[in-house]
Every structure is written in C-alpha cells, then in structure tokens.
C-alpha cells in the first residue's frame, strides 16, 4: 500500500485518511493476504504528518474528525490478521510517526527522518502517539512530544523504534529477505499467522475474535467462567443487601453519645 502524494511530502488530509482506512479493513477480509507493506512514493517521505494547509481552515469539529480518522486508520492496521511492515525513506513526521508504530514492523533507511513536530506550531501530539511509550518508553516519548524535536535513523533504531536500517539501496532487498524469512515461518494449517496481537489485551482479543490458538483461547475460555463467578456472586450479595433493613442504635464512644446507622438481618 503506498501513499502517493508527493507533492506534500505525502501529508495526509481527511479524504487520504478515511480512504486508507477504509482500504485496510476491507482487504483484511482477503485470506490470501499473507503480509502488508506501508510506505511512500518519491523518496523523499513516507508520511510527512497531517497536511497543515488543510487544518488552516479546520473548527474544532473537524480537527477532532481528523484525529479519529487517524486513528481509525491505526486500529485498522493494529486488526489487520498479518504483519504489517512499514517501509520508511524521507520523513516520518507527527501522525507518520503514529501510524508506522501501529504497524508490526519498521524498516528505514539511513536518510529517515522522526519526530512529532506539531508541538511547534500549537498542535497537541493526540490519539496514536500513546503507541509510543512501548516501544521507545515514556521517557523519549515525553521528550519527542514535548520538543518537537527530529531524530535520524540511527537514533531511531537505538530507542528502539526501529527493527533495521539500511542504506537507501538496500532498501528493497532487505524488505524481500523480510518478506521471505515471513513466508518460510508460517505455521502449519494458518496461513494467517498474526492470530494474536500482544498489543491487544486480553478483552480486546474477546471482543475481536482474533484469538486462534488453542491455548490461549482455552485460557480465555477459564477466564470468562471466573468471571461469570464473580459476576454471579455480586449479584447474588446485591440481592442479599437489599432483605437487609436499617435501623438506628445508640453508641457510647469518647465519653459522648453519638449516633450511628447499622443494618441486622430481617
């Protein structure tokens, strides 16, 4: 899937939003997909953030439309059941930088560039910048938030934020050998490997259905017993409270008469 806006350094507006999300939730349905590729035409920038042209004449209403359609077109990425990989060459800025740590893996050349600058120009740094803090840690994320400030490839890799680099020529080359090692990995009977998301928790997996491996779901299913339980217990104590009847009783304390309010059984 390639962004193709190079004109704005492939800058995102609520259109290229909405569509890329739109696109990334119908081909999950696609049980040949077996890997999906996230980058950006010209060489220059693989998402360069939200077109700031078009937030110039935003309300408030429209600025908060175009957060959710960032991260409607995470969480598309984050339920996509393969491994998304972000190819990244150019600039990886502000919601760039969000959406390629919704995917499974990053891959940059050298001449990359990151950061969330919307701090500079009174933008907050919103919605997916939250995938941050595991995989670089609260403290980078609070300083790459806080700053603005643009990191290179290398710097990248060393937070943590980065699986590989390369020079821009190998670029390709080493997203094959990914792609390869990829396919020779494929379990036996799923062809569709990403049945788990360690991102999601375990509600998540519930609610999602993505849940495939016998173990976990016979984990999941316990799970759910216990708190059927738990559940049936609390209503059960609820039910008991209320045959319980109020009255009030005198109690002596610290030399002075006070009045409490107790419960017996009826």
């Known amino acids: 899937m390639t962004v193709n806006n190079p004109e704005v350094r492939n800058a995102l507006d609520t259109a290229a939003k909405r569509a890329l999300a739109e696109t990334i939730a119908e081909i999950g349905y696609n049980h040949r997909l077996r890997a999906l590729v996230l980058t950006g035409t010209g060489g220059k920038s693989f998402i360069s953030g939200t077109n700031l042209r078009q937030m110039a004449d935003f309300d408030p209403a429209a600025t908060e439309a175009a957060g959710t359609l960032t991260h409607e077109f995470c969480d598309a990425l984050r339920r996509l059941p393969v491994p998304e990989i972000a190819k990244i060459q ?65 710097e990248a890799a060393r937070i943590g934020f980065l699986e590989n680099v390369v020079p821009a020529e190998e670029l390709d080359a080493a997203l094959a050998s990914w792609i390869l090692i990829h396919r020779r990995c494929r379990p036996p009977g799923d062809p569709r490997p990403k049945g788990v998301d360690p991102r999601l928790g375990a509600d998540d997996h519930r609610r999602g259905g993505r849940c495939r491996h016998p173990l976990i779901r016979r984990r999941l299913h316990h799970r759910r017993a216990k708190a059927d339980d738990a559940r049936v217990s609390r209503r059960a104590r609820e ?11 005198g109690v002596s304390c610290c030399h002075r008469s006070i009045r409490a309010r107790c419960y017996a059984w009826t």
């Open 239 to 249: 039910a008991e409270e209320e045959t319980r009847e109020w009255r009030t009783v």
């Open 90 to 154: 150019g600039y990886c800025l502000g919601s760039g930088m969000e959406i390629s740590a919704a995917c499974d893996l990053r891959l940059a050349s050298e001449d990359s560039v990151f950061g969330m600058p919307e701090a500079r120009v009174g933008i907050p740094s919103a919605m997916e910048a939250c995938l941050l803090p595991q995989l670089i840690g609260w403290g980078k994320t609070r300083e790459l938030v806080f700053t603005g400030e643009r990191i290179d490839a290398t």
